[in-house]
């Protein structure tokens, strides 16, 4: 049984050693010596389970980057370990044909991480490979990236779902919603919200009850769960992130964890990949921090390691050295280096916040569009970021995050942006454009003539521009913008993740429903999210009325993020957490930030999609 540490964090090792089994039971099905070939993205993944190590230890003979070309290898088997993408399949059926040429003869396994799609099998039939391959499922589930993150690593989730209406991506996240509550017993009370929270909740309740229902311990270790849609809120992506954590993932971006400083970073002749979590005392201490409340506390740190190196320089007795020596001198060594990256890393990113052109008014232009101020003074600083070409990811950005807190754009500013965007960049971004709109990113606001619609037709249009109005309207009642200085030093309010100027939508929700605000006032806001709110309680075992660990575990929290999470969400949540007593512990499809749902639109008729 998983068990509760002291400090309140779920135990996730289990759901490592599922997934460590899960990859060796895959490797194992290609008995003996073979050779890996793995898709690059993946690569951090797997070394987050389980590394290279116990790769060779089941049969591994040599390792690849899935490639262009077919590996130069001479071994009898070859095992695929890649995402089921059309793009994949293509380049190995080349590998598989490019081999037989050679009159190489290979066994080859493609090994599908989370699932096999029916494109897979589609393609190598149609390259004619498909008898000279075996395919295996790989289902990983959630990968712990801390001790309060938990992730699929699905970041094509998002366009997939909610631009393509592709619900393939769902059984994945049924299948860890089930094993979390194996591991953890049946959570009891549920909170979803989107049309894909709906799907999953409703597809979780099919399996359990075919398979019994899932043990409803009264020792359950999950108080609540939020299924939440990353649609209910897209603003809070789009957003430039204050804090220390969510900076380090715009700025360097962080991949399964790791991030990878550059040499003026380091201030060595070489990058360095740094895991980022909670075994990172330094970087445990400043990432929830506002980006101006980090340096301080970096300063103050590097005095006290110095302070401890001088305390070593002035030891003169033998048996105090070798103490020093045993008990210090590496703690001071690895903080020396944490401290080297980290003041380097804050340094880049004030910088990138106060050198580079435009950055102050891109954040203030983004401020006013948050607060419904200068409408026209933002349209205008939009429209130069488009005539001198500055970076296209923020500049729209700025562009959807205009649109989708005024309601779409009036059809004037639409198509001038829109064609200010295509000169710009290339009228090749006609999709990218397509994709944002139909993802309700970038709109126009429809002009109707309601004498020519039936009743019900009015209807319809009444409720879509209910929706259409609900960012302001939510605004309001929620007092999303606020309206008093917020305190970013020692913050009490969740918006300092973005300043102080906006608080995250999907926390606030969260926070109304835990707290249990007027129903009324709850109700009027839901109805103005997308999709369907669903909230209940499940009864718990019969036997015994639970123990004290089960009462502390009531203020334990999963938030399910079906779309993505962005670090400055997470921060908020622990902010919320900390003065409200709760443990909040997340799950995401992907940790996202607003380049990456960006970059995961833009499609250039170049295979960038």
Known sequence: MAAISS??????????????????????SMPDSKDLVIEPKLMKILDRIAGAQLLRNHGASKIFKLELNSPKTDSGQRMYICRPTAENMKVIADHIKSDKQGGKKTSYTVALIPKKMYICEVIMEEEGVYGDVTFEECKLGLIPLDNDILSLELPEFFKSFYLHGDQSWISPIVNSLINLQVIFHKIPNISSQGRCAKMVLEMTKTIENLQGGVLGDPDHQIGHLFLIDREVDMVTPLCTQTTYEGLVDETFGINC??????????????????LLNYEDDVFEEIRNRHITNVFSFLKAQAQHVQSGYMKGKNITQIGQMKDFVS?????????????????????????????????????????AILEGIGYKDSFSFIEEKLDRQASASKTLRLMCLLSLTSNGLPSKDFKTLQSHFLQ????????TLNNLRLCGLFTEQQSTEVSKLSMSDVQKLADKALKRTAFRAICKKWNLIPKDNVQLQ????????????????ICKLIEQTLMKSPSSTLEEVVKLLPGDNCTFTRTMSAKGKGSGAAKSSSKVVLVYFLGGCTFAEIAALRLLGAMKGYKFMFATTSIMN?????????????GKS
Not at 257 to 274: A, M, S
Not at 424 to 431: M, Q
Not at 594 to 606: C, E, P, Q, V, Y
């Open 490 to 505: 020692n913050p009490s309010d969740m918006s300092y993740v973005f300043s102080g100027v906006y608080t995250p939508l």
């Open 257 to 274: 964890g790791y991030c990878e400083f550059g040499k003026d970073v380091t201030g060595t002749d070489k990058n360095i990949k740094l």
């Open 327 to 367: 008990n210090e001198l590496k703690d001071l060594k690895q903080q020396s280096k944490s401290l080297t990256i980290h003041i380097g890393a804050s340094e880049k990113i004030l910088q990138q916040t106060t050198n580079e052109p435009d950055s102050k008014e891109h954040l203030q232009t983004e401020h």
């Open 7 to 28: 400090e309140g964090d779920l135990d996730f090792n289990q759901l490592k050693v599922l997934a460590r089994d899960e990859l060796i039971r895959t490797l194992e």
């Open 594 to 606: 607003g380049n990456t749902l960006i970059d995961s639109m833009i499609d250039n008729g170049k």
């Open 424 to 431: 710009s960049y290339g009228y090749e971004h006609l999709l």
